[in-house]
């Protein structure tokens, strides 16, 4: 059974970074497909990056110019580091494997002055 647990979420000001981490059980992230998305409070969740098996990295839009997501695959993790943080990308942070569909439980990000 995979197993997806994030960490790294906290409370930062604007302009801040953070980096979120997401350690896989019972599967190897460097042979899937691997993504981050949020939901913030009363909206849908959406899709921030992903990153897949042969290294090929996208991004959302509205953080591709700030946001960085890698893998370690000795570790088994796959990191979220995001730089410049705004008030609006606060958010429940989950790490997701399309294949399979699983998810884990989020990492609450927020940033506010």
């Known amino acids: 059974q995979v197993q997806l647990v994030e960490s790294g979420g906290g409370l930062v000001q604007p302009g801040e970074s953070l980096t979120l981490s997401c350690r896989a059980s019972?599967?190897?992230?460097?042979?899937?497909?691997m993504a981050w998305y949020r939901q913030a409070p009363g909206n849908q969740r959406e899709f921030v990056a992903s990153?897949?098996?042969?290294?090929?990295?996208n991004f959302a839009d509205s953080v591709k110019d700030r946001f960085a997501i890698s893998r370690d695959n000795a570790k088994n993790t796959v990191s979220l580091q995001m730089n410049s943080l705004k008030p609006e990308d606060t958010a429940l942070y989950l790490c997701?494997?399309?294949?399979?569909?699983?998810w884990g439980q989020g990492t609450r990000v927020t940033v506010s002055s």
């Open positions: 990153i897949f098996a042969n290294g090929y990295r």
């Open positions: 019972g599967g190897a992230v460097g042979s899937f497909t």
């Open positions: 997701h494997r399309p294949a399979g569909n699983f």
